[in-house]
């Protein structure tokens, strides 16, 4: 009846404002609260599971923001609780298409680009390009200038490894040292600002030589970080040998076997490590380090630990190198006197028609060698950088490809963390001091 009186009304489903189907409001059985929650998260691109993780396998994606992956690394894991069952590493990321870009540079023109490979050791990026080009033009570069190169390329290699150890360190738990490598850093950035200008990207080494010479106050700061810092080395190594909780996180980590490190083509301080005594600064010798007395640090744990041993040896040894330098290095021109392929000092520029005309022409078109194709290789920080060039008589490169590394070493990263524990993971990428500015290039 109608609440009116007086009639009935026609039989109609109850309003409802959002305009809810009739069978939607039958009732249905209710879904579990933690259920419904989990429907609420999941999307497409979602699934929730309340399952035990650690009883289970699980995929986890680590990068490519993750502060531990020394860069834009994505590395991703297959768990089976908190130990590792796969990793693949994944590079990408910071894809800069500077081999290409070398295509459209002079030969010249393209040496700030190297700074930015390996962007903590700058100056042996830029060594390594002057001598494929050097070669590739049949360059003679002056014996000081070779002395120079050598000075540049122990302080980068002191630089990367430097901020390697201090964060390797900092990612088993302890912040202290890498302070300490950082102060240590700091003095050496200041050694670059005196003699090339720049701190960072010191873009100090030229086709034919090096921007310029020693400066007092650089020559009287080389040798004092020198002096000082050999104990300071001493001090790390006692504080870290002597730490059982660092040595315990690095002992037996990322282990990975002389062969299979054969097979992936590592270098550097990896493949030492490992007991392979392949060094490039006496293998195949370039420059003046044939000249030059110094040891050739390896172990054979092929682990965390053993990686840690031969990266701080080197440390020691750069510094050896670096003062026999200072000792033996002759006098004399820092720069080639050929101004048709070496771009003329500046006082020679501002004083001289036909070195101001030479300086035009090698700035707008570059100095233009002969048709052929080099290779070129350095023992670079982190192991062997090759620089391959295929001139077609032009003043850019036909080619450039650029062997680099990091990109070769992070091909270890998967069969070092199988069967490893989730929480190693940050050290064992520690251990191979990647820099993606190599990875991706």
């Not at 901020?163 to 003095?187: C, H, I, P, Q, S």
């Not at 670059?192 to 873009?203: K, L």
């Not at 100090?204 to 970080?225: E, M, S, Y």
């Not at 077609?392 to 069967?419: C, D, E, H, V, Y």
């Amino acid at each position: 009846m109608s609440a009116f009186g007086g009639g009935s009304l026609p039989l109609e489903s109850p309003p409802t404002s959002r305009g809810i189907a009739p069978d939607e409001l039958l009732p249905r059985t209710p879904a579990p609260p933690q259920k419904s929650l989990y429907q609420v998260l999941e999307d497409t691109n979602t699934f929730v599971s309340d399952e035990d993780t650690l009883e289970h396998e699980m995929t986890l994606n680590m990068g490519p923001q993750h502060p531990a992956t020394h860069g834009v690394l994505r590395v991703v894991l297959k768990l089976d609780g908190e130990t590792i069952t796969n990793a693949i590493a994944e590079l990408g990321y910071l894809h800069s298409a500077k081999e290409k870009i070398a295509e459209n540079k002079g030969y010249m023109e393209y040496i700030p680009y190297m700074d930015r490979i390996d962007y903590l050791g700058p100056f042996s990026n830029e060594v390594a390009w002057c001598l494929a080009a050097e070669k590739l033009g049949s360059i003679e570069t002056p014996e000081r200038a070779k002395w120079l190169r050598v000075i540049g390329c122990e302080l980068a290699r002191l630089q990367a490894h430097l901020l390697w150890m201090g964060a390797m360190v900092m990612d088993t738990g302890a912040l202290t040292v890498f302070l300490y490598a950082f102060r240590e850093r700091e003095k050496l950035y200041d050694i670059w600002d005196e003699w090339a200008g720049q701190r960072f990207h010191p873009s100090h080494c030229r086709i034919g030589g090096v921007a310029n010479d020693l400066t007092p106050d650089t020559l009287t700061g080389i040798k004092t970080f020198c002096t000082n810092f050999k104990q300071e080395l001493r001090d790390w190594k006692g504080l870290l040998l002597s730490n059982r909780i660092f040595v315990e996180r690095l002992e037996g980590v990322g282990y990975l076997d002389k062969p299979t490190s054969l097979a992936l083509g590592m270098t550097g301080p990896n493949i030492r490590a490992c007991g392979v005594p392949y060094y490039i600064r006496l293998t195949e010798p370039y420059l003046i380090y044939d000249q030059v007395d110094f040891d050739l640090p390896t172990a054979t744990g092929c682990d965390a630990m053993a990686r840690f041993y031969v990266r701080m040896e080197e440390m020691a040894q750069s510094v050896a190198i670096i003062e026999q330098c200072l000792e033996k290095m002759p006098a004399g021109p820092v720069r080639s006197d050929n101004n048709k392929k070496a771009i003329p000092s500046k006082g020679a520029i501002y004083s001289g028609m036909e070195e101001m005309i030479h300086d035009f022409m090698l700035v707008n078109n570059g100095f233009m060698p002969p048709m052929g194709e080099v290779y070129h290789a350095i023992e670079a920080p982190k192991g062997e950088l090759g620089i391959h060039l295929v001139s077609r008589g032009t003043g850019s490169p036909w080619r450039a490809k650029i062997r680099t590394p990091s990109f070769q070493n992070l091909q270890a990263l998967g069969p070092m963390m199988q069967g490893e524990m989730l929480a190693d993971t940050v050290v064992i990428i520690g251990s191979v001091d990647p820099v993606m500015g190599e990875a991706d290039k």
